[in-house]
């Protein structure tokens, strides 16, 4: 996903589904037991988007040059095609999330998330992802 468009805060998008009638918008979303990841999906008006943030991580990959906000704890993907990092200046972390107990399986659609002590494994209708543990974010 280009940097550009990931630019837009998730939580401003967030915001504006206020505004939105109730059965035109529906967010949802969880948190792993450990507290480390967080993840929030949301379709307004048909357009749908997935978002995972990580808090902590080993190390952090180089911020690219047209990122001015946090780099490196954010991957987002759509229905089908490619994930990738974002460029964010807000959090998927919310304290009324719910856990997704490991072991646990999470669907909605097309994207599926399965939450072990190890870390969390999403990918979508097209098998495209991201697996998110302190250790290693790797896009597939």
């Known amino acids: 996903m ?5 630019k837009v805060s998730f939580a401003a998008a967030l915001f504006a589904f206020s505004a939105a009638k109730a059965e035109d918008v529906i967010i949802d979303g969880f948190v792993l037991p ?3 990841v967080a993840c929030l ?12 943030d990580i808090r902590e991580l080993v190390a ?5 040059a047209d990122c001015k906000l946090e780099w490196g ?8 095609g490619a994930a990738g990092q974002v460029c964010t200046g807000d959090t998927t972390f ?3 999330l ?6 646990q399986v999470w669907q909605r659609d097309g994207f599926t ?4 002590p190890s870390g969390l494994t999403c990918f979508n209708a097209t098998q495209h992802g991201f697996a998110l543990s302190r250790a290693e974010q790797r896009l597939f």
């Open 2 to 6: 280009k940097n550009s468009l990931a």
């Open 34 to 36: 450990s507290g480390n």
């Open 41 to 52: 999906y949301s379709n307004e008006h048909g357009k749908i988007s997935f978002r995972c």
């Open 60 to 64: 952090l990959p180089p911020r690219p």
């Open 73 to 80: 704890h954010s991957f987002e993907m759509a229905p089908t």
């Open 94 to 96: 919310d304290p009324g």
């Open 98 to 103: 719910e856990d997704l107990a490991y072991g």
């Open 113 to 116: 998330c399965r939450s072990e």
